[in-house]
C-alpha cells in the first residue's frame, strides 16, 4: 500500500484539516495506490517554503505535484492565460491563484535544489 505522511488517519484530524477537494483526492489515491508500497504521498509537503498540496513519490520513477482547487459551481471562473485567473461572485471580480503559476514555482525549486546544472540551462 501507498506510504502516506502524514498518515491519513491524522490528516483528517489536523486543525487546519484538508479541503473537501483535497480530502477526495487523498482518499482516491488510498484506494487506488493500495498494494503499490513503492509509492510515497506526501500530503501539503513544506519544500523551501512552498507548500503543493499533494506530492507524489515512486522510487525509481519520479514525483508527481498536484494544486486541488476548490471550484464552486455556482460561480463564475475566467482564465485569461496562465498567470491571471479570475473569480466573478457577488457582484465583483477577484484575482484567483493559478495552479499553472504554482506549479511552475515548485518545479523551479525542485530543478535549483535537485538538478541544478540542469536548472541553469532550463530556467533561463
Given amino acids: 500500500m501507498a506510504i502516506f505522511y502524514p498518515p491519513l488517519k491524522d490528516m483528517l484530524e ?23 508500497d ?4 506526501f500530503f501539503q509537503p513544506n519544500i523551501e ?3 503543493p498540496d499533494v506530492a507524489i513519490l515512486r522510487r525509481n520513477y519520479g514525483l508527481f505535484l498536484i494544486e486541488v482547487k476548490d471550484y464552486i459551481m455556482d460561480v463564475c471562473y475566467e482564465v485569461q ?7 466573478h461572485a457577488n457582484g465583483g471580480i477577484n484575482r484567483a491563484a493559478s495552479p499553472i ?4 514555482g515548485y ?11 540542469y536548472a541553469a540551462r532550463v530556467l533561463e
Fill in 14 to 36: 489536523f486543525r487546519d484539516r484538508p479541503t473537501k477537494g483535497e480530502v477526495r483526492l487523498l482518499l482516491f489515491l488510498d484506494k487506488y495506490l493500495k498494494g503499490q
Fill in 38 to 41: 513503492d509509492f510515497e504521498v
Fill in 49 to 51: 517554503g512552498y507548500r
Fill in 81 to 87: 492565460d496562465a498567470d491571471n485567473w479570475f473569480v
Fill in 101 to 104: 503559476v504554482q506549479l511552475e
Fill in 107 to 117: 518545479k523551479k525549486v525542485f530543478y535549483t535544489l535537485f538538478a541544478p546544472n
